[in-house]
């Protein structure tokens, strides 16, 4: 079992910038693929962020240059940088771990079998 705690979420002005956090407990980090999703009201959830066991790492198009995920194995959190927001971005924001495939690239909801609550982000314009 892997337990996910998102933070950072908020309000932010075009072309601003958040921090999102998620903590895991509960299995080693290390071991385990990490993503970001997000779900914005009336849509799918969309995959936005991957990054493997490895450290390597893969974006959807949408976010590629404005956003960054990364990972910090001493404190079984990974994080993503978000730059350059935009009002498109206003999302619920998920991270998700994928221990069934850490090397590679996870980028399918399916490829997920632990999520946290998730936490909202909201870009006005």
């Known amino acids: 079992q892997v337990q996910l705690l998102e933070s950072g979420g908020g309000l932010v002005q075009a072309g601003g910038s958040l921090r999102l956090s998620c903590a895991a407990s509960?299995?080693?980090?290390?071991?385990?693929?990490m993503g970001w999703f997000r779900q914005a009201p009336g849509k799918e959830r969309e995959f936005v962020a991957t990054i493997s066991s490895w450290n390597t790492k893969y974006y959807a198009d949408s976010v590629k240059g404005r956003f960054t995920i990364s990972r910090d194995n001493a404190k079984n959190t990974v994080y993503l940088q978000m730059n350059s927001l935009k009002p498109e971005d206003t999302a619920v924001y998920c991270c998700a771990a994928a221990p069934r495939n850490p090397t590679g690239w996870n980028t399918g909801v399916h490829d997920y079998d632990y999520w946290g609550q998730g936490t909202q982000v909201a870009v006005s314009s």
């Open positions: 509960g299995r080693a980090f290390r071991s385990l693929a």
